[in-house]
Nanobody
């Protein structure tokens, strides 16, 4: 199993920046993909950014050019750097990992609130 602990959410003004972190523990050797999702009130959870084990990235159109996903393999941590934040980025952000056994694990979620 993989355990995920997120941190870094908070309240920020529009145009500001935040960096989310997601530290993985447990069977980290089995992880072959990591990503960030978000869910705003009344909306479905959506993919924000994804990072494969090979280093390929994928971003939602709404965050391209503003958000960057990265990872530190020594710390077993994936990051989401969020710049030029907008009020519509307000949501609970969830870390997700997929394993070679096709299992999915989720973090507890961290609230990001962007004020106008």
């Amino acid at each position: 199993q993989v355990q995920l602990v997120e941190s870094g959410g908070g309240l920020v003004q529009a145009g500001g920046s935040l960096r989310l972190s997601c530290a993985a523990s447990g069977s980290v050797w089995s992880i072959n993909g990591m990503g960030w999702y978000r869910q705003a009130p009344g909306k479905q959870r959506e993919l924000v950014a994804a990072l494969t084990s090979g280093g390929s990235t994928n971003y939602a159109d709404s965050v391209k050019g503003r958000f960057t996903i990265s990872r530190d393999d020594v710390k077993n941590t994936v990051y989401l750097q969020m710049n030029s934040l907008k009020p519509e980025d307000t949501a609970v952000y969830y870390c997700n990992v997929a394993t070679i056994y096709r299992q999915n694990y989720w973090g507890q979620g961290t609230q990001v609130t962007v004020s106008s």
